[in-house]
Each structure stands twice: as structure tokens, then as C-alpha cells.
């Protein structure tokens, strides 16, 4: 697997904020210096059902601008994770633990990060789960960096949301500091 570009899939479920993480992701990922494209796709309920977003971060002119086989799947409900593990042929999954049960998966680093556990402990509010995943994201991999990822959230996310996925995000930086020490860089 060559370096760049990056694709970054979110799965979840409609409602877990997974369009909000692409956004903030190419958003921060566009801050960096990055060529970025951004997609996402919805389950036939705009709610509950399976939903995704991808974002493709790259150091030069991004040619085909669709997520195949991504590089990393941050995934948060089951359903997701039955949907889209299978796209990952050589790469990570960031799995939130308190929903997904993984597979065993051959040439594929799949790690369990306590999401919306975490979320609800630490930071009082299970919907900040998805944040908390974004933050594993991005010291897990080192794409974009908290000041970029602030000011991203500061111009797409609503005030009275930010300081707590803020939040939420900070600590999700710790959980993947963790990760990085299991199995060296992850690329």
C-alpha cells in the first residue's frame, strides 16, 4: 500500500454524527495542506439506518475521488461494521467496543476503542461517542492535528455542541496514543 492518498471511512448509523466527522476530517485534512474529497451515503432511513462517510486525504491531486477499499474504517454500530469491513482489504478498523463485535480478519489491524463508554464516563454525553472515535482517528494515524481539527469544528459544528466534542475529541487523542504501541505505525 502506497503512502497517499489516505481514505478514511466512517460507518455508523444515521444519527451518530459520521457526516459531521467526514466534513470535520476534510475540513482539518484541507487546513493541513491536503487534497481532500469528501462523500457520504445514507441507508434507506435517515435515521437508524447504516450510514457512511468517506474522506480521501492526499499530497497531490486526488484522481478518482470515491472510497473503495479504505485504508482506515472508524466504524460505530454493528450493522456498519457487518456493511463495510469487508471494503478494508489491508488496513485498520477502529471499532467502537461497546457496539461492534469483530471478526477475526486476516492482513487487517482491528482494534477495539471504548467510544461511548468513554463518552458517557468521561464526558456525560453518549452522543459524543463519534468524536471520541475521531480523536483515536487522529492520533492513531497523525493526519490532522488538534489545532487544525479545532478549527474545523468551530465553523461546522453548532456552539453549543463544540466544547463538549471538543472534549470528547481530546480524550479520543488519548485512547489513540494507546494504539500506537501495540503494532508500531500504523502504516
Given at each position: 500500500?502506497?503512502?497517499?492518498?489516505?481514505?478514511?471511512?466512517?460507518?455508523?448509523?444515521?444519527?451518530?454524527?459520521?457526516?459531521?466527522?467526514?466534513?470535520?476530517?476534510?475540513?482539518?485534512?484541507?487546513?493541513?495542506?491536503?487534497?481532500?474529497?469528501?462523500?457520504?451515503?445514507?441507508?434507506?432511513?435517515?435515521?437508524?439506518?447504516?450510514?457512511?462517510?468517506?474522506v480521501i486525504l492526499s499530497r497531490e491531486e486526488?484522481?478518482?475521488?470515491?472510497?473503495?477499499?479504505?485504508?482506515?474504517?472508524?466504524?460505530?454500530?454493528?450493522?456498519?461494521?457487518?456493511?463495510?469491513?469487508?471494503?478494508?482489504?489491508?488496513?485498520?478498523?477502529?471499532?467502537?467496543?461497546?457496539?461492534?463485535?469483530?471478526?477475526?480478519?486476516?492482513?487487517?489491524?482491528?482494534?477495539?476503542?471504548?467510544?461511548?463508554?468513554?463518552?458517557?464516563?468521561?464526558?456525560?454525553?453518549?452522543?459524543?461517542?463519534?468524536?471520541?472515535?475521531?480523536?483515536?482517528?487522529?492520533?492513531?494515524?497523525?493526519?490532522?492535528?488538534?489545532?487544525?481539527?479545532?478549527?474545523?469544528?468551530?465553523?461546522?459544528?453548532?456552539?453549543?455542541?463544540?466544547?463538549?466534542?471538543?472534549?470528547a475529541y481530546r480524550l479520543g487523542l488519548e485512547?489513540?496514543?494507546?494504539?500506537?504501541?501495540?503494532?508500531?505505525?500504523?502504516?
Amino acid at each position: 500500500m502506497s503512502e497517499w492518498p489516505v481514505a478514511v471511512r466512517f460507518g455508523g448509523l444515521g444519527g451518530q454524527g459520521l457526516v459531521t466527522l467526514g466534513a470535520v476530517l476534510a475540513a482539518s485534512g484541507a487546513k493541513t495542506g491536503f487534497q481532500v474529497a469528501a462523500s457520504q451515503s445514507y441507508g434507506s432511513r435517515a435515521r437508524g439506518g447504516a450510514t457512511r462517510s468517506d474522506v480521501i486525504l492526499s499530497r497531490e491531486e486526488i484522481e478518482f475521488p470515491h472510497v473503495i477499499h479504505p485504508d482506515v474504517l472508524v466504524v460505530l454500530a454493528q450493522e456498519a461494521y457487518d456493511l463495510y469491513e469487508g471494503s478494508v482489504s489491508a488496513g485498520v478498523i477502529l471499532a467502537d467496543a461497546f457496539f461492534v463485535k469483530p471478526r477475526q480478519r486476516e492482513g487487517v489491524r482491528q482494534y477495539l476503542v471504548e467510544g461511548t463508554r468513554n463518552a458517557v464516563e468521561k464526558v456525560g454525553s453518549k452522543v459524543a461517542a463519534n468524536f471520541v472515535m475521531f480523536g483515536a482517528l487522529s492520533s492513531y494515524t497523525g493526519l490532522v492535528n488538534e489545532q487544525e481539527v479545532k478549527k474545523a469544528v468551530d465553523e461546522l459544528v453548532r456552539e453549543r455542541f463544540r466544547e463538549v466534542n471538543l472534549s470528547a475529541y481530546r480524550l479520543g487523542l488519548e485512547l489513540g496514543r494507546e494504539l500506537t504501541g501495540k503494532e508500531g505505525p500504523w502504516r
